[in-house]
């Protein structure tokens, strides 16, 4: 198809899957006490980045593109802190509901709903294609800013 870019669900979920599984593995090796750790100031912490993805997965493939009421707060993602072990099965819960939200999505439809302002997300999402794009992003770029964090907090505990 000329002029359009293709990707199978398989595919997206993929790279969606890497970042998931990067960051549940740096949760998980840093564990209750080094998950919670905000190491530098105005840092988050690994457990809140983590949380916040899961809302944003959860909002914007569930709410926009598969159209169902999710119940967000994402201030509260961001101080959110805790044991990992629940935070690592959400991860699985997510996941699992965003592999039907994708095989349920149609790329070129409107988004099933507006986003708040409040939410920060790109200016011009209009389609469900872009919203998923919009939580590859999302999951991408907190997937390196945890490797920072954690790279922090090591360094943080030799030093």
């Known amino acids: ?3 359009h870019l293709v ?3 398989d595919e997206y979920l993929y790279y969606v899957d890497r970042a998931l599984d990067g960051m549940a593995a740096i949760v998980a090796e840093l564990g209750d006490e080094g998950a919670n750790i905000r190491p530098l100031p105005g840092a988050n912490s ?4 983590l949380t916040h993805c899961l ?3 959860s909002y914007w493939a569930g709410a926009l593109v598969s159209g169902r009421e999710v119940a967000r707060d994402r201030d509260a993602e961001f101080v959110s802190s805790g044991p990992v072990g629940p935070l690592l099965e959400k991860v699985k819960e997510v996941r699992a509901r965003l592999a039907e939200d994708v095989r349920a999505a149609v790329p070129a439809d409107p988004l099933r709903g507006t986003p708040p302002d409040g939410f920060l997300g790109p200016d011009d999402v209009q389609t469900q294609g872009s919203a998923l794009l919009h939580v590859y992003e999302e999951l991408a770029q907190h997937h390196g800013q945890m490797e920072i964090l954690r790279d922090a907090i090591h360094a943080g505990a030799a030093a």
């Open 1 to 3: 198809m000329e002029g």
């Open 7 to 9: 990707i199978t669900e």
């Open 46 to 49: 690994p457990y809140a980045l």
């Open 55 to 57: 809302g944003v997965t």
